[in-house]
């Protein structure tokens, strides 16, 4: 048998790469090991070269940074899926109005605490809610996810009234009620990339790993865990 390619992604694409890498194995592709945890984790446990990767999958900005870094073969980059944030509240919860951006801004202002990931999605949100005039007032009512916890397990527990996360991290969670995706206007929406890792004894199958992930038989497999092709 042909040895497992090593892989490591964020959090957030954990379920669709667990799927794509099966249907790959299904029809005679190589093995292969995803470890999913904490997408500024995974980052820097490549960047600092002390392990052996052989494929890396996370938000496009930080595939572009290891490249640039060397960590990944230039010009290696795939994209891979486009995941939208949603808005979930508890399940027994009122749904809120997110109809539009105003309505999300008010629905902010009246939770009595909102939760958000370490990852792309919690930054653009941090953002946000300064370019609204928000971000001291609810400070003390923000609960930021430990980097690998879902968003989703903190809104089922009771510990957010209110949270944020990528679609495809908040379906298969229960105790929850997703409302919806944000509105367009305020649209945050990651595309999530793959790279070969500098050094890896099993290029070539990377890159066909790769080329089977990005192909149109992979889009069924992303639209049922909430993603689009990128």
Do not use: C
Not at 98 to 114: K, N
Request: no cysteine.
């Amino acid at each position: 048998m042909s040895a497992a390619l090593k892989g490591i992604s964020s959090m957030a694409t954990r379920q669709v790469l667990a799927d794509l890498a099966a249907a790959w194995q299904e029809q005679g592709g190589e093995p292969v090991q995803i470890e999913s945890v904490g997408g500024v984790d995974a980052a820097q446990r490549v960047q600092s070269g002390a392990e052996a990767f052989d494929v890396v999958f996370l938000a496009s900005n930080a595939i572009d940074k290891l490249q640039a870094a060397g960590r990944l073969v230039a010009g290696s980059k795939v994209d891979l899926v486009l995941s939208s944030t949603a808005v979930a509240v508890p399940a027994d919860a009122a749904q809120p109005d997110i109809g539009s951006e105003e309505a999300v801004r008010a629905a902010v202002l009246a939770a009595p605490s909102i939760g958000y990931s370490t990852g792309p999605s919690g930054v653009a949100l941090q953002k946000l809610f300064e370019r609204w005039g928000i971000a001291d007032e609810i400070q003390s009512r923000i609960v930021q996810a430990r980097p690998g916890v879902p968003v989703g397990s903190m809104i089922a527990s009771g510990e957010v009234a209110l949270g944020f996360q990528q679609l495809s991290e908040l379906i298969h969670v229960e105790g929850i009620r997703i409302v919806g995706s944000l509105p367009a206007a305020i649209a945050i929406d990651t595309v999530f990339s793959a790279g070969l890792v500098a050094g890896s004894a099993h290029a070539d199958a990377v890159q066909r790993l790769l080329a089977f992930m990005a192909s149109p038989e992979a889009a069924a497999a992303k639209r049922r865990q909430g993603m689009e092709p990128a």
